[in-house]
T-cell receptor, first 115, second 111 residues
């Protein structure tokens, strides 16, 4: 399985500011994704991070609010822009396609609180 | 798009008994069905998965069954132990593509 790390693990931010979350995988993977998980809820996909091209966003999520980068096969960033308290959540990255397999593994998550 | 429904939302069983969680999916093109266990404050952990060319898969005390015709799949945990207490999520995808998750089941094992 792939080892996935995220930075920061948690942060408390002021309304109107932006936070960039980093996701690092220890192996080259085909696919990387960003999810949001509200407390006590399921995981909701924000976008698929495409290497070398623009991310593919799910309904309800837009690039201006959640810009994503993926400069190579092991690293991606998610920025939460112009934050409001409604953005308080856990943000998780995941990776799939290691060695051609379907298994998707998750990072430890970033707990974001917006005041 | 794909929609995954999961039941029950909460499940409480006596230690040593079996637990079953069921999911249905809508997209017949989905061909990969993983199950994740998430303990409080931790990341989702893949515990078992099944592909559409297989009807059942076992790994020690856990098993997953898939009925492609009915578009449903189930997680079975036998001889439950206190450490099985967690939230379990089913999901569906087409290969190594985006996962669509069920709503989750909070499983409590009573000693």
């Amino acid at each position: 399985s792939a080892v996935i790390s995220q930075k920061p693990s948690r942060d408390i931010c002021q309304r109107g500011t932006s936070l960039t979350i980093q996701c690092q995988v220890d192996s080259q993977v085909t696919m990387m994704f960003w999810y949001r998980q509200q407390p006590g809820q399921s995981l909701t996909l924000i976008a698929t991070a495409n290497q070398g091209s623009e991310a593919t966003y799910e309904s309800g999520f837009v690039i201006d609010k959640f810009p994503i980068s993926r400069p190579n096969l092991t690293f991606s960033t998610l920025t939460v822009s112009n934050m409001s308290p409604e953005d308080s959540s856990i943000y998780l990255c995941s990776a799939a396609g290691l060695d051609g397999y379907n298994e998707q593994f998750f990072g430890p998550g970033t707990r974001l609180t917006v005041l | 798009g794909e929609n995954v429904e999961q039941h029950p939302s909460t499940l409480s069983v006596q230690e040593g008994d079996s637990a079953v969680i069921k999911c249905t999916y809508s997209d017949s093109a989905s061909n990969y069905f993983p199950w994740y266990k998430q303990e409080l404050g931790k990341r989702p952990q893949l515990i078992i998965d099944i592909r559409s060319n297989v009807g059942e898969k076992k790994d020690q005390r856990i098993a997953v069954t898939l009925n492609k015709t009915a578009k449903h799949f189930s997680l079975h945990i036998t001889e439950t132990q206190p450490e099985d207490s967690a939230v379990y999520f089913c999901a569906a995808s087409q290969g190594a593509q985006k996962l669509v998750f069920g709503q989750g089941t909070r499983l409590t094992i009573n000693p």
